[in-house]
């Protein structure tokens, strides 16, 4: 079993920044990719944010945050960070971390992972 906490989410004004963590406790991560979702006012939470091996440093994000927000370990804590710079009202929304084993086709997909957490709010003024 993996679980996962998510911690962090606040007000934050447009323009402004935010670090969001997810602590991660149960099996050893070596096998897994770890994952940010949001779920945006009225959809579902599929909506993909970045990812990131456990074992490896080749981050993936969507277009939509790149050159915007950072995913980032670190091992020794078990913990997964999102930095989200120059934050836009659009990116409010609950935001959940979610691991996955290594051998899955699409990990842009939220059915491909198995483990999620309990999300942290994210809400950007303007």
């Known amino acids: 079993q993996v679980q996962l906490v998510e911690s962090g989410g606040e007000l934050v004004q447009a323009g402004g920044s935010l670090r969001i963590s997810c602590a991660a406790s149960?099996?050893?991560?070596?096998?897994?990719?770890v994952a940010w979702f949001r779920q945006v006012p009225g959809k579902d939470r599929d909506e993909f944010v970045a990812?990131?091996?456990?074992?490896?440093?080749?981050?993936t994000y969507a277009e939509l945050v790149k050159g915007r927000f950072t995913i980032s370990k670190d091992k020794a804590k078990n913990t997964v960070y999102l930095q989200m710079n120059g934050l836009k009202v659009e990116d409010t929304g609950l935001y959940f971390c979610?691991?996955?084993?290594?051998?899955?086709?699409?990990?842009?997909?939220?059915?491909?992972?198995?483990?999620w957490g309990q999300g942290t709010q994210v809400t950007v003024s303007s």
């Open positions: 979610a691991a996955a084993p290594v051998g899955s086709a699409d990990y842009t997909r939220a059915a491909t992972y198995d483990y």
């Open positions: 149960g099996r050893a991560f070596s096998t897994y990719i």
């Open positions: 990812l990131l091996p456990w074992s490896g440093d080749t981050p």
